[in-house]
């Protein structure tokens, strides 16, 4: 039930929240109905996120996970950023509850939507779940 | 950091002098009630006195009380008990859709055994219509049972009138009392009571102690089995300290009743007003007067329930979404599903529940820093949530 | 009066470490587990660290632990909840004739819910024999279920060899190690135990709370239904305290059960042999060696056993008939009948069973006093008996 | 369960207990296999009981009732002492716990069989259990 000193860290005071205006991409994903919902927006140069921030609305491990996987992936290259899964967020929040990783970690699945929305202004192939390679670091 | 503890519904802090009275029988007075020595025969004294107390709160007869482990034993004990017991008789058993899961889950568990349950529908402000029960009511109906007053939004039920209707129609009436000892009076005689079930932990009393108020006359199968203690209905070692807390501790909730409702509903009123009336996008859950002395219950525009009960923490406020089950944020109350509240509405729940223990100086402490809090997470919202989401 | 407490097997005296480690769960650490805030946090980590701790005494993960309300839920759960489960493979349940009611009356019930129940036969000593268990198993047989040590004569089973036989037929195996705890070493892996219920009122914990250790993969159906605490099998607020009291007192019982057990060994010894030395028509129930460290039981002829424990008890000796139950003294032991003791052999029963609290010295004033008042009782009986009562 | 003060008292102190030699009469009534057993000695003088004892195998009700008992009926009729019931034996004890009474409340049955044996011996007619008129004092 209870959340790590990491988690509360990061849920109390998030990095990188914010609407950023002039971003490259924005993905948004979950709902706000029976769920939560993030939206992270991006910043891209040579394909590597070089900024990033989110918006979320959820629980406490949403927001902690939003804002963990934030700095996770900031500097990493497109490619390498989209393979960092649920997974690997709450671990670098030292675990999560179980329940919670499901439902509340989707930051990984905004940031998909954010770099299919830069692909696509500018003309690139979306990627899809599937071509990402079921490999962990 | 000074903390404030808004959560009595969840759990009590124990009365110093219910403690006192408990330790004693740790480690002095420490005998099996069971036992014919002295060290016996004074733990079976502490029972009985504590028994004692208990019926009278109750009015109920010393007989009438079983000693259990708490609410939810108390709730299978009436509901199993009743309904295999009477399986002669009928296997209906008319219940709410916002009963407690310890009342809820034993329902479905009975449907799994071939009873047919009905779940009657509470209003939008979180009260039951006897008309629906009179409705409901067949000649196979064995039990009702409809929970004193609601553990979320602190509705109160009327159970004097659902116990009447009940009775006409020649069913068992329990009710769930677990939230309204020492804040509603009760007396099983006049209000139509067969089975009423209390835990001692909701009324400053010890954990892991309640009892079941069975109606002479009324037969139940135990639950457990084994040495046949509480007349068969509810084997095992008496836990001797712990029935002797829930006897004091109802005792002094009972006497001082008066006093702390008029307290509770005070800093109650309080809190309900003063939150709504400094904060947009907030609504309070239940019914405004026909609610607990304790209770109130809030809906907040734009903020997840969750975030806000962890943020109020972070500044020494003990609260709670609801109640103090689920670990998934997204699973929805289903006591205000039961009230109508829509899905998206009910994510931002906030219950304070007071005890005599609150003072009007922590309720303005609340009103201090719940502003603040609600701004920052909704700040965090994106803008759809921002402004669709209410 | 000085009073001496040789009734350990009914319940013990609360080790003062333990209740110390209670105290603050009354009234400052008093969260509910389950909620989200601080004071749910603390009393989380209190149970999760008892958890860890009864794990480890009994060789389980933390996983493994469930906490209930003592001995007679733990075996409730663990005889319904694994013969109710487990349907679908076999309706065989294999137990023993002298095992405690909660153990025997929920067998008693599960025969009236459709299951075969075979009760293994004792021996004169009090001993199962393996090659019964292994007669009596058949493939329909879902659950065996053999008590560690018995609660009146003392016996100690072989569980290791009895779990292997359950095992090798495909059964599930439980013991109710009630008794045990802390007097004998166990580990329910090379023990071949998959349900193991313990209580920890009887180790110097406090009364009604207890534990049912559940094997990873063996699959239980809840007794009662509720908020879906300790991982849906045990739901209920949990009694933080009671939980926290346990955790210490089996923390302490096996880390101290090496010097307990010396000290207890030589006191019964010298109990038996004192007893049996001094006075005549008195003779040893149970096994003489394999029997626990904390008990003596024993038979007199020409005595009634209640008068006998009154007499003690007014001379200052808390001792028992053989259990604490049954207020009729015409009800005969079904332990002693299971050893096959004539119904009249059974009717001057005294079982003093000890704890670590006892000295040397209690014994010696026993024995100093024992036998003027057996004498005094004998002087009372009709000549009859007095003559053919052996 | 518990015993009251009364029935701890006729316990530890039990009145007229042990044989008497030259009893008028003497009952013996119940079984020490499963039960209590309780024998009787009486005198007799003028169909009223002047001195009675007894001796007693059984619990701490079934030694302090024949107690008791005895000082009920010392110096009454035999009339009126076999009317003497079960009940009135505990009320005058401040009450037995319910098993009690009707498994180790002996001591009238006991006297009948004494009556019974001091009639006997002097050639009169026995009296049954249904010669009892249901009145109580
Ligand atoms: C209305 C209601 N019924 C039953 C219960 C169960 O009581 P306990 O947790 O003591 O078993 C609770 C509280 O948890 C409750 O609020
Ligand atoms: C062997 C045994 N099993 C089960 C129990 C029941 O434990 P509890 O009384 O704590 O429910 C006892 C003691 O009463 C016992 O001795």
Redesign the pocket.
Known sequence: MAYGRKVMEHFANPRNVGEMKDADGVGRFGNTVDGDEVVLYIKVKDDVISDISFQVFGCAAAIASTSMFTEMVKGKSLEAAIRLTKEDVSEALDGLPPGKIGCSVIAPDALRAAINDYLGRRGRGFITGDEIPPMRR | MERTYFDN?ATTRMDRRVMEEMLPYFDQRYGNASSMHSFGREAYDAIELARERTAKALGATTREVVFTS????S?NLAIQGAAFANIAKGRHIITTAFE?H?VLHTCHFMGSQGFRVTYLPVDGQGLVDPEDLKRAMTKETILVSV?AAN?EVGTIQPIRELGAIAHEGGSLFHT?A??SIAKLPVDIASDNIDLI?I?A??FHGPKGV?ALCVRKGVKLRPVVYGGGQERGLRSSTENVPGIVGLGKAIKIGVSEMEDSVARMVAIRDRLIDGTLSSLEGCFLNGHRTKRLCNNAHFRFDLVEGEALVLSLDMKGFATSTGSACSTRSAETSHVLKALGVRPEDSRGSLRLSLSKFNTMEEAERFLGAIGEIVARLRSMAPRAARSGGA
Chains 1, 4 share one sequence.
């Open positions: 519904s708490g609410g939810t034993e709730d407690h310890a929970m553990n769930d677990v939230q079930s835990s932990h909701k309640g």
